[in-house]
């Protein structure tokens, strides 16, 4: 009775587990094909043409779907209505690396007169990652600060790849892209230290040839990554550029209060064949600094300071006016918060922040 019973429970089991399998063998055989009609070129038409409505369903459909839906979605991005437009982009977004056919319309998505499908943009160039990152420092000079403080978050979340391209920005961007450049570098810490030879050089020429933005961004953004540029500063003395030697004297300039720095500028006051913009320059950082050591320095060697006070008189070169940290308006951008609080955006929010994603990048728009 008992080994009748025990045969009676295992053929249960067996039966069971068998059934089980052949029903998961079964709706693994059905996925595909259901995957396949879900998103098919008619049913993806069909969740294009209800974006407008804001629904998530369609949403999540279209980001499920992935690289089959970023065709129509990359046609949806020049949509007449701003919140299709939006919900788009956000959709090729998340979407992500595989979107990355969508980056040359998103480039042009960029220019767009909204803020919030220029932001929504940045968000999804970012999320892309690589391959958007020269879209994202086009987006560095975005008249709209958000959008600004958007392609920040998202160079500096990238990291590493985004390198090559802010680098090469430091050397040939326009002053407002190469100041941003630099604040991105900063964020990346110890990760840009491969930037700061380029970014030395940057300094010292916007230093001397821009008074309207304060170039010690770069100073400060050297600060944040946290490495020894002294070894960098010297081998920047010795650059045929006087504008490149110019700006290392005004960072040596900042580290007064270091042992090292005042007999580097001090041998570069007494050194009768350097420029004498980049003496005048040694002369004024002594000045300002607050140390003993550099005015028994100014003191000792008056004659040489006055002359080459008198001769730089004589030149055309200019003082640059953030010469002083204190009369220097930094380059400070927020990066922790971005949007504009509305009160018509409380009134009526619109069916794009019914997507969780857009809701919590234009919160401002969407109040709960």
């Not at 160039?125 to 709209?144: M, Q």
């Not at 570098?185 to 040839?209: C, Y």
Request: hydrophobic residues 40%; glycine residues 4%; aromatic residues 6%.
């Amino acid at each position: 009775m008992r080994k009748s019973t025990s045969i009676w429970i295992l053929s249960l089991l067996l039966s069971s587990t068998v059934t089980t399998t052949l029903v998961n063998i079964e709706a693994l055989a059905q996925t595909p094909s259901t995957q396949s009609q879900q998103c098919s070129e008619v049913e993806i038409k069909k969740y294009i043409q209800q974006l407008g409505k804001g629904e998530t369903s369609d949403f999540d459909a279209l980001v499920a779907c992935r690289s089959q839906s970023v065709p129509a979605l990359i046609n949806t991005i020049d949509n007449p209505d701003e919140s299709t437009r939006v919900i788009a982009i956000a959709a090729l977004g998340e979407i992500g690396i595989p979107a990355a056919l969508a980056v040359p319309a998103l480039k042009i998505a960029l220019k767009d007169k909204s803020v919030e499908v220029r932001l929504i943009t940045v968000d999804a160039l970012g999320k892309i990652r690589k391959r958007a990152v020269l879209s994202l420092i086009t987006a560095l000079e975005d008249k709209d600060e958000d959008v600004q403080t958007a392609a920040i978050n998202a160079l500096v979340k990238i990291g590493k790849p985004a390198l090559p391209g802010l680098i090469k920005t430091l050397n040939t961007g326009s002053w407002k892209s190469r100041l941003y450049a630099a604040v991105v570098l900063g964020k990346m810490h110890s990760n840009a230290k491969s930037s700061v030879p380029a970014m030395i050089r940057t300094f010292g020429k916007s230093f001397v040839e821009e008074s309207d933005v304060c170039p010690y961004s770069f100073y400060f953004a050297l600060k944040d990554i946290n490495t020894d540029i002294i070894p960098e500063l010297n081998t920047a003395l010795k650059d045929k550029d006087w504008k490149v030697r110019v700006g290392a004297i005004a960072l040596f300039g900042q580290m007064t209060s270091y042992s090292y720095a005042i007999p580097i500028l001090t041998r570069v006051i007494l050194d009768n064949k350097e420029d004498i913009r980049v003496r005048y320059v040694a002369v004024i950082s002594l000045s300002n600094s607050q140390s003993q050591q550099a005015n028994s320095v100014l003191k000792k060697y008056q004659k040489t300071v006055a002359l080459i006070v008198r001769k730089r008189k004589m030149s055309d070169f200019k003082l640059p006016s953030s010469l002083r940290f204190s009369s220097c308006a930094t380059l400070q951008a927020d990066t922790t918060s971005i949007g504009k609080f509305t009160a018509s955006a409380i009134k009526k929010p619109r069916p794009m922040c019914k997507i969780p994603a857009i809701r919590a990048l234009l919160w401002w728009k969407c109040p709960k």
